[in-house]
């Protein structure tokens, strides 16, 4: 037969030797690379520019390592879901800044040769007493892992930028003085509100609900009474806690460790600093800025300025204080001022910025330098233990991925592979958000009830549940969601619609109690109404909950009866308004300088966002959702 002799010739060595040679010429040709799929791995695309996955995880990487430095900062850094959170905010900055500095390319704003240079020479950083030092420069970049041309052309665009930014910033991020005044008087005024609440219980005594009323809202509220999705697996779960358990070691690994990297455990010079604050638009301000100066000048102890005219409170009674600081613990200026200052005892001259004017302080130097090994060790150790056991788990998942594969109808071969036991999930609940961990995961939720897993009987692909854990499951057992019988749910319906009505009834009477006071203030209310008059609400007391405070707050003041209807620390109340008590007039100035600094950040950041918002729209923003999932929810496994 002509296909069994077919058959035959596809089985020969000569027809295998043929088709090789066809695939071979086809890659040699680039046809090959057709039958290759291309991924585009770049996050998002601003225009003509793209962001890449290596740049947001650099930003990432920094972002982290500035927490690190934090008390919390390694816990938090520890919740998958912050994580990822955090990765989505480092993008959307990195998104406002390619955006705003395309608007501004566009607006033809351009940064000449001479400027940069001017702006590099007078950084401090690069400055050796006193003067620019071009070897100290070329030091500092290399260190940043930068060339010279590409720090002179980012740093080019940041002067760019910073031209069109800051006048914008500084004109729209100082409060006004009737703003100030505004919200100081606001803080300190009381209102004097008359409350009404309703006894539920009454209510809910009087109140009849039929069967049929009943089995009516379970009708009309299936999605209250469903029972969500489960599904049972088997799965393999690969920790970094497990791998570190395997780690060895002994002192002349760790030796070896630190000496390869002793320049991570670096310490940089730090310099303890005290701080002397004259806010802007306090009482007196130019008085007291030149009483300081005159003191300086007469050799006066600044500790003493610092007591008589510092506005800094939390500094202020320790003699301006400020502990050890480095670069990331300063605003650029002070930073600048305070390792400008070349021995101790030394103070700058006055910084002025948007918060006032500042004094710093020299009091003391500790230079940079790298500690022994033994005042490091329990450090480098955890450093070597999580080293070793990253590379095992890099390994281990890569093995995971391919063995689960290759061999897919269980995680026997997989497990035994890689020394490992095949676990057995309970029944997982779709959406269970209090089931232990990892199953309450959104992750590992996704993939569980994923259409494709689950109908398959096949292993799922290996996933992160985080940086350092990674699964992969075998689905046995599905449910889909299903509606629960009504007689198994009869007493929820029955709960949930009385608690409805009840809400209702009490919204009702509430509404025609503010009717009738709103006509008399003494008009006779229903025995189950209760009222507490004439209790006052101020930022100074809790007599109710903050959210209602804030909403009698915002009733107009010259509005006869105003009222809200609102929860009071869960409970429906009714506040209607009797007096307005202002501020007292003396009080205001001390408020207004504490409300100061806080309006002037928020002005600030309201400022930048719509700078940003603004950009967004003069450019075409791209996102690529598949990218972006490859960074926020697979493990880096470099």
């Not at 607006?107 to 950083?125: C, H, K, L, S």
């Not at 009943?214 to 009708?219: C, G, H, L, V, W």
């Amino acid at each position: 037969m002509l296909s069994d002799k077919l058959r035959d010739g596809a089985n020969s060595k000569g027809f295998k030797l043929l088709l090789a040679l066809i695939v071979i010429s086809f890659v040699l040709t680039g046809v090959g690379g057709y039958l290759i799929p291309r991924l585009n791995t770049d996050p998002v695309t601003i225009g003509d520019y793209k962001i890449t996955s290596n740049d947001w995880n650099n930003q990432y990487n920094q972002q982290a390592q500035q927490l690190h430095r934090l008390p919390n900062g390694s816990a938090m850094l520890e919740n998958q879901q912050y994580v990822v959170e955090l990765k989505k905010q480092v993008l959307e900055r990195m998104i406002n800044n390619v955006a705003f500095n395309s608007s501004v390319w566009d607006m033809d704003i351009r940064i000449g040769d001479e400027q940069v240079r001017d702006v590099i020479r007078n950084t401090p950083a690069f400055q050796k007493d006193g003067k620019f030092d071009n070897d100290l420069y070329l030091a500092s970049i290399r260190n940043m892992g930068m060339s010279p041309d590409y720090f002179g052309e980012q740093l080019r665009i940041s002067i760019m930028s910073e031209s069109v930014s800051r006048p914008l910033m500084s004109a729209s991020s100082q409060p006004l003085p009737y703003e100030l005044n505004t919200i100081a008087k606001t803080i300190l005024q009381t209102r004097v509100v008359n409350l009404y609440t309703v006894d539920e219980a009454y209510i809910n005594r009087n109140l009849k609900i039929s069967d049929d009323e009943i089995k009516a809202f379970y009708d009309a509220n299936h999605d209250k009474f469903m029972a969500p999705a489960n599904v049972r697996f088997n799965y393999l779960l690969l920790s970094m806690d497990d791998l570190r358990k395997q780690v060895e070691v002994t002192d002349e690994k760790v030796e070896e460790f630190y000496n390869m990297y002793s320049e991570d455990y670096r310490l940089e010079e730090q310099r303890q600093a005290a701080h002397l604050l004259i806010r802007a638009g306090s009482k007196d301000a130019d008085k007291r800025i030149a009483a300081v100066e005159e003191g300086l000048k007469n050799g006066t102890p600044f500790e003493k300025l610092v007591a008589q005219y510092s506005d800094d409170q939390s500094t202020k009674d320790k003699g301006g204080d400020m502990g050890f600081v480095t670069r990331n613990q300063l605003a650029a200026d002070l930073y600048a001022a305070l390792f400008a200052l070349e021995s101790e005892g030394d103070v700058s001259a006055a910084i002025t910025d948007d918060y006032g004017t500042h004094f710093i302080s020299l009091t003391s130097i500790k230079p940079e330098h790298t500690p022994a090994l033994a005042e490091v060790k329990d450090k480098v150790q955890a450093a070597y233990i999580d080293a070793q056991a990253r590379e095992l788990y890099n390994e281990r998942v890569t093995t995971m991925s391919d063995m689960s594969f290759e061999n897919p109808d269980s995680l026997d071969i997989t497990a035994e592979k890689l020394g490992m036991k095949v676990m057995t999930s309970d029944v997982v609940a779709q959406g269970d958000t209090e089931a232990k961990w990892p199953f309450n995961t959104k992750e590992l939720q996704d993939l569980a009830f994923n259409e494709e897993v689950y109908n398959s009987g096949i292993n799922s692909n290996v996933i992160a549940l985080d940086d350092n854990n990674s699964i992969v499951i075998n689905v046995t057992e599905h449910h889909d969601a299903s509606l629960r019988p009504f007689d198994d749910v009869a007493k929820d319906a029955s709960a949930m619609l009385r608690t409805d009505r009840i809400n209702e009834e009490a919204l009702k009477t509430l509404t025609d109690v503010a009717t009738k006071v709103a006509a008399d203030a003494n008009a006779q209310l229903p025995d189950y109404v209760k009222v507490q008059k004439d209790v006052e609400v101020s930022g100074a007391n809790t007599n109710t909950s903050q959210e209602f405070a804030q909403a009698i707050f915002a009733l107009p003041q010259d509005t006869k009866s105003a009222h809200v209807i609102d929860k009071n620390n869960n409970v429906q109340t009714l506040a209607v308004l009797n007096k307005v008590v202002p501020a007292v007039e003396a009080d205001v100035p001390t408020f207004e300088n504490a409300v100061y600094p806080s309006l002037a950040q928020y002005l600030n950041q309201t400022t930048q966002d719509a700078l940003y918002r603004q950009a967004r729209t003069l450019n075409k923003i791209e996102y690529n959702q598949e990218a972006i999932d490859l960074v926020t929810r697979q493990n880096d496994l470099e």
